[in-house]
């Protein structure tokens, strides 16, 4: 079992609607969440943090943990053409220093 | 504030050359760490350093990979007797001090033929 498993997609939404971005973990040591976009080519960027269970809200973005049943979330709200990209979650581990541990993406295609 | 910075963007080498990649992390962060990213896959971690202390290396990290950070600065990632399997991006990222946060830079892609 992958430690950081995320479905590869194509998700594709059309422009307007909400895109639900999914990821669950293995470790229940995990302690620490990010969300990273990248584009074609390009080198992650971080989107969105997340260390405690509930929702964080950053503009059109919504990250949810939910500990107990070991998932995260992204919801991107009012997609936008240029939301297209891979969705990268990682955890870090509390006992394995500060190394991030990285889900393959989920590739996201909104349709104008 | 400037992001952090590699350099080269692109290598293309011989099997069995060795290749050096130079990243500078963003000012004032102190860990800075590398990961390596194949096509269709997460970046893996490599490596990483506090300050000029190098605390982690994964057992991907074979005896052909060195990293240093001299002066708690910038940081080299080398790679001797390259083979084919290590084509990939090589991604250096850095955080600042009591963040988990960390910011990438824009890779090194590396090509052996």
């Known amino acids: 079992q992958k430690e950081v498993e995320q479905n590869s997609g194509p998700l594709s939404v059309p422009e307007g609607a909400i895109a639900s971005l999914n990821c669950t973990y293995s470790d229940r040591g995990s302690q620490s969440f990010f969300w990273y976009r990248q584009y074609s080519g390009k080198s992650p960027e971080l989107i969105m943090s997340i260390y405690s269970n509930g929702d964080k809200e950053d503009g059109r973005f919504t990250a949810q943990l939910n500990k107990a049943s070991q998932y995260v979330s992204l919801l991107i709200r009012d997609s936008q053409p240029s939301d297209s990209a891979t969705y990268l979650c990682?955890?870090?581990?509390?006992?394995?220093?500060?190394?991030?541990?990285f889900g393959t993406g989920t590739r996201l295609a909104v349709r104008p | 504030d400037t992001g952090v910075s590699q350099d080269p963007r692109h290598k293309i080498t011989k099997r069995g050359q060795n290749v050096t990649f130079r990243c500078d992390p963003i000012?004032?962060?102190?860990?800075l760490y590398w990961y390596r990213q194949t096509l269709g896959q997460g970046p893996e971690f490599l490596t990483y350093f506090q300050n000029e202390a190098q605390l982690e290396k994964s057992r991907l990290l074979s005896d052909r990979f060195s990293a240093e950070r001299p002066k708690g600065s910038f940081s080299t990632l080398e790679i001797q007797r390259t083979e084919q399997g290590d084509s990939a991006m090589y991604l250096c990222?850095?955080?600042?001090?009591?963040?988990?946060?960390?910011?990438f830079g824009p890779g090194t892609r590396l090509t052996v033929t």
């Open positions: 000012s004032e962060h102190n860990r």
């Open positions: 990682a955890s870090r581990l509390r006992s394995s220093g500060d190394k991030l541990t």
């Open positions: 990222a850095s955080s600042a001090k009591g963040s988990y946060e960390q910011y």
